[in-house]
């Protein structure tokens, strides 16, 4: 059970018994101690607040999680177009510092490759 149902539970447990204890003191023709009320009210609040601190955990785990696979994806698709543009960055690097070794160019990746 998660926390947040937990603290629901919580909070609807003791709600119905300190309102069943009310009623049971009427109706004997008595009055529940206000330590008790107050108990009971302290108690359900914070189970309240509680529930609705742990939805909100729960929305921002998944709003950051979703934001993570985005950009774990958008990173691997920048990854794979960039090898393509550097080629023929170094290649022209290479050759307009006169560098005396012989640059053979790379294929076309992807799709280009298999046409040549």
Not at 30 to 54: D, K, Y
Not at 92 to 97: D, K, R
């Amino acid at each position: 059970m998660t926390l947040k149902w937990l603290a629901v539970v919580v909070a609807v447990v003791s709600l119905t018994s300190g309102v069943t204890g009310n009623v049971v003191m009427v109706v004997n023709g008595g009055q529940l101690p206000l330590i008790a009320n107050i108990s009971v009210l302290t108690i359900a609040g914070t189970a309240v607040v509680l529930a609705v601190v742990a939805e909100l955990y729960d929305r921002l785990n998944d709003r950051i999680s979703a934001l993570t696979e985005f950009l774990v994806a958008r990173l691997n698709d920048i990854e794979a177009h960039t090898g393509d543009r550097n080629t023929g960055f170094v290649e022209g690097y290479l050759l307009s510092h006169g560098q005396e070794a012989a640059v053979v160019p790379f294929g076309r990746r992807g799709r280009g490759a298999a046409e040549h």
